[in-house]
Nanobody, 120 residues
Framework: QVQLVESGGRSVQAGESLRLSCTAS????????MGWFRQAPGKEREFVAAVSWSGTSTYYADDVKGRFTISRVNANDTIYLQMNALQPENTAGYFC?????????????WGQGTQVTDSS
């Protein structure tokens, strides 16, 4: 059974940094593009960042460019989202997923996600 498990979320203050992790089990993801998405309270889930299967190409939503960095370690089937200079509007549940060739469309069922909450 394919499973995605996100972790690393917590309560943070504005300006802090945080690194989220996503591990996969049930199949190898080393040849798949992967992405991070977020869902704020009362809003639809939206794209945050994506990384190619090799890790050499990355893509970001406009509001996180320059502050967030997506990366991956294929040997561990793990992807990361380094978030710097967090802002209150970054409060959301964060989810990872395999993405299609457009790098924006999620493929698998969603996991539980990990919550990032502003405590400023």
């Amino acid at each position: 059974q394919v499973q995605l498990v996100e972790s690393g979320g917590r309560s943070v203050q504005a300006g802090e940094s945080l690194r989220l992790s996503c591990t996969a089990s049930g199949r190898r993801f080393s040849t798949s593009a992967m992405g991070w998405f977020r869902q704020a309270p009362g809003k639809e889930r939206e794209f945050v960042a994506a990384v190619s299967w090799s890790g050499t190409s990355t893509y970001y939503a406009d509001d996180v460019k320059g502050r967030f960095t997506i990366s991956r370690v294929n040997a561990n089937d793990t992807i990361y989202l380094q978030m710097n200079a967090l802002q209150p509007e970054n409060t959301a549940g964060y989810f990872c997923n395999v993405v299609r060739a457009d790098l924006r469309t999620a493929v698998l069922n969603w996991g539980q996600g990990t919550q990032v909450t502003d405590s400023s």
